[in-house]
């Protein structure tokens, strides 16, 4: 899974039914879609509520938008430039208003795969990365996971959060160094693990 | 920035080298999220926002039939009140043509046309100014004479 952004070939033939009012192409469209814009905003705010309203607004912009878009460009970026945005206003938002992010992380905790206590040191385990991931700045953070989560490439980065690639390289190291350097401190990994970062 | 970049580790222009800690992370988020999918009803409510435009088109469109009802009410008060002024303008006999007198402060001012009246009424004046004047001296010249001994003074 190296690259989120697909091919645009069957964007190219829903974008202009959806230009036309063709609510079904655009359905077929946020089928397409939906997943990784879900996903990138449940990474980015760590709130499901907050993944869905985001995930919502982002795709009413879209289809509000939709004659902006240049087909001959792969239509992923875009679309997560507007989850990106629109999750960075809603950190901002609780940033704000709830100076406290440190909520509960119970998301990593689901029941998704039941066994022993091998699936409690995972989840430790996750849950300290995690930690670590959001403990970045935005500006990290949201480079981080596009790049780790997402699969796009510098460029694609550089043009979701509107700034230079160099700007963007450079994020993604100090992110990494500050990752690095937060997970070696962390007295809670497993020796094996903490190991494995020198 | 060249500071940056000389401590940036070489790397291809698209990539990082990969290592535990890259593999950490993009597990962690990646596992973090798997699975994950939006409510069902997402969809619904995206398609009840997108439809609900239209149904939202009439107030937009009564408010800007009544904007530009208030332009056509705004003008037609002003085209009365310019009415009544003019209608009570008339009544009251002020004549708008340039080619007559008008009144300034009570008193006729001399239009082109009519400088010449008012030349010819001042001309009068002067001449019964120059009438007094020389009747006045002759008051004088006869006041002399009859002052006793008027010569005596003179000398």
Known sequence: MRRAAVSTGEDCELIPRIRQGDLAAFEALYDKYKGQVYRTALAITRDRSAAEDILQECFVRVYTHIDKIDVSRPLSPWIHRIAVNLSYNWVAKRRRWFPSLGEVIDHLAGDRHSSPEHILEREELQHIVQEAIHSLSFAQRVVVILFYLNGFSLEEIAYIVDCPVGTVKSRLYYGRQNLRRKLRDDQRLPAGVAYEFP | MSFHRKNWPTVEENTYPSDEMDTLVRWTLRDSVAGEEPPPETWDKIRARLEQPKAQSQ?????????????????????????????????????????????????????????????????????????????????????????????????
């Open chain 2, 59 to 155: 107030p937009r469109r009564a408010k800007v039939l009544s904007v530009h009802l208030s332009w056509v009410v705004q003008l037609l008060v002003l085209g009365i009140i310019i009415l009544v002024a003019f209608g009570l303008s008339v009544r009251q006999g002020f004549d708008f043509s340039l080619d007559h007198e008008y009144v300034v402060n009570g008193t006729l001012t001399p239009q082109p046309d009519s400088e010449r009246i008012l030349l010819s009424s001042a001309d009068d004046d002067v001449l019964s100014r120059y009438r007094y004047f020389l009747l006045s001296r002759e008051l004088t010249l006869f006041d002399y004479r009859l002052v006793p001994y008027a010569d005596t003074y003179q000398r």
